[in-house]
């Protein structure tokens, strides 16, 4: 069994070199143009989902890119989206 002087001992130990470690900085996300997919055509629903982009870009800083794989019941704009 280990003595609470140990014990705080490691503790103080951990805290110090949790101090000492000099953390990494991400890079500015996103870097790149956002593909916003849909799976509609060019419809109503589409004006409605450009509008939300419009106003994300201007919040992030960056291009929105839209592309409207209609079929296959979404399939085709799902497949896309999980090979980016």
Sequence with gaps: ??????????????????????????QDYPTR???MVTIYSENANSVRERLLGVKLGEQLGVAII???????????????????
């Design 1 to 26: 069994m280990q003595t609470t002087s140990t014990v705080l001992l490691r503790m103080l130990a951990l805290m110090l070199l949790a101090l000492c470690i000099n953390p990494t900085r991400a």
């Design 33 to 35: 143009p956002i593909r």
């Design 66 to 84: 839209f592309e409207a794989k209609p079929g296959g019941a979404g399939l085709i704009a799902m497949r896309d989206v999980y090979r980016a």
